[in-house]
Every structure is written in C-alpha cells, then in structure tokens.
C-alpha cells in the first residue's frame, strides 16, 4: 500500500528527470528538430480551428460593415468634399483680391477718384475692339473717360447707358491717344491698328530715336489721360529708305484676354451730368 501511494510519485520524478534530459540533448544538438516540426504541422488545425471565430468576424466587417460606421464615413467624405470645395473658391477668390489690390494701387491716383467696373461682355466683328461695362449713368460714367487694368491703359469709354457703358479699345483704328517714350520723352501718337494686340505709331520720321522694347506711356497731352500710364511696349521699328516715315507696331500692356475688373479714372471737373447729355445708350 506504501509503494503504491509512492508510485504516482516516482513517476512523476522520472518523467521530470527524463523531460530536462531531452531538453539538455535538444539544447546541445538539433536531434529533435523534426519531431518539433511534426508537432507544429500537426497544430496548424486546431490553430486554425481557435482563430476562426476572429477571422470570422473581420470578414463579416469587411464584407458586411456596421450601419453607423457606413453613415458616419459617408459623412466624413462629404465633409471633406465640401471643405475642398469651399478651399478652391477661397483660393479663386484670394486671386481676385490681389488683383483688385494690384489694380487700386496701379492706378488710383489722389486727385483723380477711381470707380471699378467688370467687363460683361465682349463685341463681335466688326466690333470686336470693344467691351461692355457694367457701369453707366447711373454710376457717373461719361463718354471719354480713361479705363485702366493693372498692366496699364485698356481705353476710353466711348458710350454710356443708364447701367452699362462701351469701353473702345486702344487697338480700335478709331482711336488714338497721346503717349510719350520712357526712354527719351519723344511725343507722339499711338492709334489702334484694327488687329488684337497692336497698335501702330504713325508719321514719325525716319530719324527719330525709337527702338525696339521702348515703353510708350501716356503724356498727359488732351488732358482725358494723366500723365505717366503705361500703353504699349515698341515691338517692331522699320525704317524704309523710300517710305517717308517708320514703321512702328507696339503691343498694348492691358490684355483684354485675361482682364475682368477694371478701372475707370475720374478727372475730378467732369460730371455725370453734363455728360449724359451726349450719351449713347450701348
């Protein structure tokens, strides 16, 4: 009955002694490296049988998504739609206020008061050196008035209505206006040559001091342009011995292209009043 109740005992110590024998052998050389392999293929099942539960689930997430993570991401992506949106139009309208700022301070003066103006619409042949305002009467526009853009002169307000008013542009061959050089102080006469982009400089003799890349600025001359206004930029200077006077094409700084607000000046002694009386409706 003693050796009985020992034996659960003595197996215990021989199984213990034998484990750390096998451990010791195993430590020392890789003698039981295929058994260790065996073991791990023959637990790939019920490993994979206890993950199953977990895999289940990340499947049923996957394939069949919570309601409320469903609405709340379709929110998430409409929020961010909406604020990349609203960033474009602020970045539209960040643009516009610079140019707005660059056109006030490229050409308002103190003593001649600016009213800003958008172009609405452009004419066709054969009036397509001309746009209209959406300014008139109204607003105290008056036939004759100078129209400016950040880069320089566009033209002259040629008719006036009671909302909206006809802006001529310098390329027009019915208009011309009084510039000078930069360069040199020459006086002139720049006239609209009838082609987009150019305007020509007439009846200057052959010996004059005109070159290529000479900036042409208003002289002040007439008294409808102050004095100093960027027009046009000398492109092409010809001199032809059997021609009594160049050549010259110059290409205006206003692009009526890429222009959309603009700038009309007021010189201070005119008025809508003794204006409209020669107005045009456009």
Known sequence: MFAARRTPLYRFLLLLFVALGLMAIDHRNDLFVPVRTMS?????????????????????????PDARLQR???????????????????????????????????????????????????????????????????????????????????????????????????TDPSHAIPVQVQRNGLRTIAQGSGVAGQINVPFLPLQVDLHNADILLTSGMGGSFVAGLKVAQVQEVISDANEEFLSVHATPFANVKFTKQVLLLRDGGATATATEEGAARP
């Open 40 to 64: 791990s293929a023959i637990n790939l099942a019920p490993q994979a049988l206890l993950n199953l539960p977990a895999k289940t689930q990340q499947l049923l997430q996957q394939y069949y």
């Open 72 to 170: 709340k991401y379709a929110a998430l992506l409409t929020k961010q739609l909406e604020l990349e949106v609203r960033l474009q139009r602020y970045d539209a309208l960040q643009a516009e206020n610079e140019r707005l700022l660059a056109l006030l301070s490229a050409t308002r003066t103190p003593d001649q008061p600016g009213l800003l103006a958008e172009i609405i619409e452009f004419g066709l042949p054969p009036l397509a050196h001309r746009v209209t305002l959406n300014r008139g009467a109204e607003a105290g526009v008056y036939v004759g008035q100078p129209v400016l853009t950040p880069d320089g002169v566009l033209g002259q307000v040629s008719a006036v209505g009671v909302r909206h008013s006809v802006v001529t542009l310098l």
